[in-house]
């Protein structure tokens, strides 16, 4: 019985791949992958080729007859000799899965030769990047390699580089490995099925000081009386002029001694109150300008910046909102995974013309209606009084409370202008160093940064200013080089 069972096994392995041989033949032959394609070349390398065969025929000349019959063999060799080439090859596509708009679009491609014997010569992998929605502005983007050789048993890496493609999502479509070899007569491609997407995110940039003066305003003024920044210093920010009512306890003095006169310290102010940012994408129905869709972009880039600064830290929550014929709402607390979700969310945001803020706030969560800053970014001007009066859920008097805690920016009219500096280095760049620092953060304990330990200007030479505070006398500033005393 074991020695039947082993000789069955071949037989029943031998009729697995003939049948999967047939199945495989059958959906070629309903819905071919392998096609052939005569070249420009080749049509005019088949006229000669007749010309030749019609002046042997007319003048009788033999010679001329075996020249156009011997003109046939490269013809022929290349119908059956690109096929061979195609054989036993396996390419894969390697894409990020997410980019921003504005850095470049980088597709790695490797191609395995799994033949004995026969290198691959003269490939090419065709590729193209669509956008997933119907009806999306931006076109079909053709991504295209070539490799010249690659040997039997090896493999071989190509790198597509080009711009990346306006913010939305994409979707890889069917590949093309072809070749025109050998004699460049004949093109045969064969098309691989292997679907991928990609996420193109909004570009974002840093948000400059100006933003963070006018988040701090909005702060104080919500709160009715100034914070107190000693209790709130969790970043050094830079340095800046001195202004009259500045605590001179903030005056770094090394900076001021150099330049002569007195600079500041300057923090990021970190409170732990939530933010909504929302986003209103209108446009009008016709008619459109250029710069209005420019304006609805810059509005859009703004919000995706904002999330990720937010996003650096823990410990805030965050609401990004969007007006539409149904408006929409994610929230939840700062983190790298809701960054990912307010990015995507961004990149397919499309320009509407239904919808308004008085809708929005119907559903934002009862929460960020009573203690969130509010931030409006659009394209269109917005009465930010009447828009709260008309919701459903707010009364005249929480109306007017929630528009004080507003910051309302129409981008139509240049508010935006100077919110946002945009880097040369690459987004995905930013984002890693963005986030690194948060992770840096946790080194550092609020006992130190509420002593005062801060790091010198690029141009101390590594010295640490440690400012140290006695309870009934002057601030006093001690030099240090590299951590120790």
């Not at 290198?119 to 999306?136: H, I, K, M, N, S």
């Not at 099925?193 to 996420?199: A, Q, R, V």
């Not at 828009?387 to 008097?397: G, K």
């Not at 507003?406 to 760049?429: K, P, S």
Request: hydrophobic content about 40%; charged content about 30%; aromatic content about 6%.
């Amino acid at each position: 019985m074991i020695a039947d069972d082993r000789a069955g096994a071949p037989r029943s392995r031998r009729r697995r791949r003939r049948a999967g041989g047939l199945a495989r033949g059958l959906i070629q032959a309903l819905a071919p992958t392998e096609r052939a394609i005569v070249t420009r070349e080749g049509f005019a390398y088949f006229g000669v080729m007749l010309v030749l065969l019609a002046a042997g025929m007319l003048q009788q000349i033999n010679l001329i007859l075996l020249v156009a019959t011997t003109a046939a063999g490269p013809f022929v060799a290349s119908w059956f000799g690109s096929r061979a080439m195609l054989r036993r090859l396996a390419v894969l596509r390697r894409s990020p899965g997410y980019i921003f708009a504005g850095d470049p679009l980088v597709v790695d491609y490797t191609l395995e030769n799994d033949r004995r014997r026969m290198p691959a010569l003269a490939l090419f992998v065709e590729d193209r990047l669509v956008p997933a929605e119907r009806g999306a502005a931006a076109g079909a983007t053709p991504l295209k390699v070539f490799f010249p050789r690659v040997v039997a048993r090896d493999r071989a890496r190509a790198r597509w580089r080009g711009e990346s493609p306006r913010r939305g999502k994409y979707r890889f479509q069917d590949l093309d490995l072809g070749t025109r070899a050998p004699f460049g007569i004949v093109e045969r491609r064969v098309t691989m099925p292997m679907p991928d997407t990609l996420l193109v995110y909004p570009r974002v940039g840093r948000l400059s000081r100006r933003w963070f003066q006018l988040q701090r305003q909005a702060s104080e003024n919500r709160q009715g009386r100034r914070h107190d920044r000693s209790a709130q210093q969790e970043e050094y920010h830079g340095l800046r002029d001195y202004r009259s009512g500045d605590s001179p306890r903030w005056i770094h003095w090394r900076t001021s001694a150099r330049r002569g006169e007195l600079m500041v310290k300057e923090f990021e102010q970190q409170n732990e109150q939530d933010l909504a940012i929302l986003v209103d994408p209108w446009l009008p129905r016709t008619k459109v300008e250029p710069e209005q869709r420019e304006a609805v972009e810059q509005a859009i880039s703004f919000a995706a910046t904002v999330c990720l600064e937010t996003c650096r830290r823990q410990g805030r929550r965050i609401v990004l909102g969007w007006t539409g014929p149904v408006p929409g709402v994610i929230q939840g607390p700062a983190s790298v995974k809701l960054l990912h979700e307010l990015l995507e969310q961004l990149a397919v945001l499309r320009p509407v013309n239904e919808g308004g803020l008085a809708e929005l706030i119907d559903v934002l969560p009862p929460a960020t209606l009573r203690d969130a800053l509010l931030i409006v970014a659009g394209a269109r001007p917005l009465n930010l009084l009447e828009e709260a009066e008309r919701s459903s859920r707010l009364n005249p008097t929480a109306a007017r409370g929630l528009s004080g805690r507003v910051l309302a920016f129409n981008a139509a009219q240049g508010d935006l202008d100077g919110l946002i500096e945009f880097d040369e280095e690459e987004t995905r760049g930013l984002l890693q160093q963005r986030l690194s620092a948060a992770e840096a953060d946790r080194f550092a304990t609020q006992d130190e940064r509420r002593r005062g330990i801060f790091p010198a200007e690029p141009d101390d030479d590594g010295v640490i200013i440690e400012e140290t505070v006695t309870p009934d006398g002057p601030p006093a500033w001690r030099a240090r080089r590299g951590g120790g005393s």
